[in-house]
């Protein structure tokens, strides 16, 4: 899903793919087995939020790309937006393992990530900064 959209009509548009799949007259029939809510809905902070703007002045300093991109995964930022509260998701590791058995980061992505943190942090706490206004 994407920011905006209602559960309930995603969820009747695929049914309806799969009506029009299920009567077409080849034999093959899918269904919706389980349908789990998910933790949240989708979720955005605009890339011209102060708050993204100065993660991306931070990261840029600290070497980082900071070029502002989307993801198709949930996470825990769906529930600071749905509080109203800007934010981001920026970290080391690789999606395909993330959350997964063997989930893991490679020690010099941690490092990296925690220079890019110390200065996302000074940066966002210094005085003058007007992120948050």
Known sequence: MLPGED???VLAGIDAVLRDFNAAGTGARARIAE???STGGPSETP????FVRACREALVAAGADGEPGGLTVNCDMTHF???GVPALVCGPGLLEVMHAVDEY???GELRAAVGKYRGV???LLSPGSTWWQ
């Open 35 to 37: 349908c789990a809510p």
């Open 121 to 123: 942090f000074t940066h």
């Open 47 to 50: 890339t011209d939020a102060p």
């Open 105 to 107: 980061i490679a020690v």
């Open 81 to 83: 937006r749905s509080a």
């Open 7 to 9: 559960p309930g009509e």
